[in-house]
């Protein structure tokens, strides 16, 4: 009798389910690359064909070469360390293929039949994920260089859409001419209706106004809904993309404050509201001002140049005004964020003001910060409101002498008393703007500043160039190495890390030791890809790791900081920060790393609220949040720094225990740590630090006789000295 077959291997497999043309042709179709259905169809057949079966990753690497797509590239990933951001892709979920999609947030699957359901994130887990990356898509719509790009993103996001420029013109268009009718209307009554008390011609031009203040009044509706939603969209996009932008740069290269950071990325509210105010319908009347003049002249003749004279008078006010304003709004702009940051810094270490007895010296640099505020919005507020009531006066010197040239031109016979009242409500349109641009402008100084502020956040380094195509290996790295590395906080004459070489290949388990301040996190920081060295390549397998993909270095290198982070939310979403985690791999975990105790001690459980920097939770506590961070991602490359350092003696051979458990064969482990028995528990190789440099690298045998003889050498060299030091008559201390 032959064997009954397993049933478990005629299940389907990823590597046995070929991907489905169909849903190919669908993902192309969504990441807009022209394709035709029978090209796709044709190239799958081929594939098909060859003798030697493909993965999938090499199936759709294979139909991108055959079909002959350019700066497009594949790479595959798991669902929970991929980013959402780069959906749509193809995911093997349930035994067969899908399409992936979010649609209104929530995350839609298509299989190729066409039928279609929605899932949680979580249910997803450890699905495979098969991504298309377009390097041209990220290079248009990303990039900001220039400079100042703030500026300029703002104005690309404006005139994205150029369709809503023409309505809000046309609109402003007909609402001046409109404005022209009241004038008219009220020339007409003076000089028709009032000599001769005609009723019917007062009615049928009242009627006639009726019609233009509906038009008007519709008109003026309509152009501000458009700004209005015009204003959002680019406010949305704006945001986004300023936020995205923080998210990848370069860690070494942030701003030390905090506060003034926030600050600087806060300053796009006032662009919003200066886009979204009228602000934007009196620079776009002001140019009508000129057409109002002429309309003038038509009607008064001279009264004209009344107008014309002093609307230039108007406009240098106006710019004098803005060149005063300019310097003192910036002063007052930094200030603002230093006072800002020093709020944050005191909120944040209020426990050690209060342990070390400074709240006065923290409450003089805030009076002292406010003080020079308040002088600054004194000289600003002077120089503003000089500049509204110059410009209030002009207002009404141009209406005197329009009235006192007027009666000379009625006099002489070439206006009517109707003439010069039309051209009066004419004349409000010519100043009343120029006037009000004064007060405009000084808004726009605002946003002018803190584009600037926004400017000094995108001009920093991205973690990776916006105009590169970066490299997506197939296959997980065996090892990470450096060469040559140099590293210096910028700004600093010191020198952090200077290694010559090192390597680490796959299945090895090292121990970073050294004493405080020897380089350790930065090292760990270095491979991880968070600092960027001065010198030297690092490389993550065959490639350099800053010329590969983020979402394909955060696949493979797990990284542990020396200070765990929490957010505000939940313990389940501090646990999960990715969002797409098997409960059951979740509740493993916490359970062999005594999470499980925390949320036994609170009635709800995965549900505990967490505070902003994880008040609340001790920091043992959070340690282990930090550490199920970095088990749930299930990477190959584990850098762990310090993580046992808050844990007491049974918690920590918890975690000993469950790392063993979870560490595959293949994996790399590189933990930091003070504590020799740890490092001689895990440790195959030990690699000493000292003044950035790597002073021992050997077995923990070698290497703790190597730092025994080297401590030995170094008490002695002490003692020596102090013998020599010491003087005559001196008591011995012991």
């Not at 990039?143 to 046309?170: C, I, M």
């Not at 990848?248 to 030390?256: A, C, E, I, S, V």
Request: charge should be positive; charged fraction near 20%.
């Amino acid at each position: 009798m032959s064997p009954t077959p397993d049933t478990a291997s005629e299940k389907p497999t990823m590597e046995t389910t070929p991907l489905p043309p169909t849903l190919l042709k669908l993902y192309f179709d969504r990441l807009q690359i022209p394709v035709q259905a029978g090209a796709v169809s044709r190239a799958y057949l081929q594939i098909q064909s060859r003798d030697t079966p493909l993965t999938p990753l090499q199936q759709i690497t294979a139909m991108v070469r055959l079909l002959k797509l350019k700066d497009v590239q594949a790479a595959q990933l798991r669902f929970n360390r991929f980013d959402r951001r780069r959906l749509p892709v193809l995911v093997f979920f349930q035994e067969k293929w899908w399409f992936l999609e979010r649609i209104e947030g929530t995350l839609r699957l298509t299989d190729a039949d066409g039928s279609n359901c929605n899932r949680d994130a979580r249910e997803l887990g450890d699905a495979a994920v098969l991504w298309l990356n377009r390097a041209t898509m990220r290079q248009q719509t990303n990039g900001l260089t220039g400079n100042n790009p703030a500026r300029r993103l703002v104005f690309r996001e404006l005139f994205r859409s150029k369709r809503w420029l023409f309505d809000v013109a046309f609109a402003t268009l007909m609402i001046n001419i409109l404005a022209v009718a009241t004038s008219v209307y009220a020339m007409q009554v003076y000089d028709r209706v009032v000599p001769t008390l005609a009723w019917a011609t007062l009615c049928t031009l009242v009627g006639g106004m009726a019609v233009v203040l509906c038009l008007d009044w519709v008109l003026k509706t309509l152009r501000a809904r458009i700004l209005d939603s015009a204003s959002c969209a680019v406010d949305k996009a704006v945001s986004r993309e300023v936020f995205d932008h923080i998210l990848k740069l370069r860690l070494d290269l942030l701003p030390r404050s905090l506060g003034t950071l926030a600050a600087q990325v806060g300053g796009l509210d006032s662009v919003r509201q200066f886009f979204s105010s009228g602000v934007i319908f009196a620079l776009v009347d002001l140019p009508f001002a000129l057409m109002f003049i002429v309309f003038i002249a038509g009607i008064g003749g001279r009264v004209a140049w009344v107008y014309t004279g002093l609307l230039p008078v108007a406009a240098c006010l106006g710019l004098i005004t803005q060149y005063r304003l300019r310097r003192l709004l910036r002063q007052q702009m930094l200030r603002s964020n230093e006072r800002q940051g020093l709020l944050v810094d005191t909120i944040r270490g209020v426990e050690s003001i209060r342990a070390g007895n400074a709240s006065w010296r923290f409450s003089d640099q805030w009076q002292a910060i406010t003080r020079t505020i308040a002088r600054y919005n004194v000289r600003q507020k002077a120089v503003s409101n000089l500049a509204t009531v110059t410009t209030g006066t002009l207002s009404s010197l141009a209406y005197t002498l329009a009235v006192v040239v007027g009666v000379y031109e009625i006099a002489a016979g070439n206006l009517t008393m109707g003439g010069l009242i039309a051209c009066s409500i004419l004349g409000g349109r010519v100043i009343g703007p120029v006037a009000q641009s004064v007060q405009y402008l000084v808004q726009w100084q605002n946003v002018s500043q803190a584009l600037s502020m926004v400017n000094q956040i995108l001009i920093l380094e991205t973690q990776r160039p916006e105009d590169r195509q970066l490299l997506m290996p197939g296959k997980p790295p065996e090892n990470i190495s450096l060469d040559g590395i140099r590293f210096s906080y910028p700004g600093s004459p010191i020198q952090h890390l200077n290694i010559p070489r090192l390597r680490l290949t796959k299945g090895e388990r090292v121990a970073l030791v050294g004493p405080v301040g020897s380089g350790k996190s930065t090292l760990l920081k270095v491979l991880t890809g968070i600092y960027k060295p001065s010198e030297g390549r690092i490389r993550l397998g065959e490639a350099d790791l800053w010329e590969t993909s983020p979402n394909i270095v955060s696949e493979q290198i797990g990284y542990l900081p020396q200070t765990v982070h929490l957010f505000k939310g939940t313990l389940r979403s501090n646990l999960t920060l990715s969002g797409a985690v098997n409960d059951s791999d979740l509740l493993d975990i916490c359970n062999r790393l005594g999470i499980d105790h925390i949320m036994a001690d609170n009635p709800r459980g995965m549900d505990l609220e967490i505070s902003e920097g994880g008040e609340g939770l001790s920091g043992g506590q959070r340690q282990l949040v930090g550490l199920a961070r970095v088990f749930l991602a299930r990477p190959r490359i584990w850098l762990l720094d310090e993580p046992t350092a808050s844990l007491d003696g049974d918690t920590e051979a918890q975690v000993l225990k469950a790392l063993e458990a979870y560490l595959r064969p293949e994996d790399i482990l590189l933990i930091s740590t003070h504590k020799p028995m740890l490092a001689a528990r895990l440790a195959g190789r030990i690699i000493v630090m000292r003044r950035g440099e790597i002073a021992i690298d050997a077995s923990p045998e070698a290497a703790f006789a190597r730092m025994r003889a080297g401590g030995q050498k170094r008490v002695a060299q002490a003692t020596l000295t102090a013998k020599k030091d010491k003087p005559k008559g001196a008591l011995n201390v012991i």
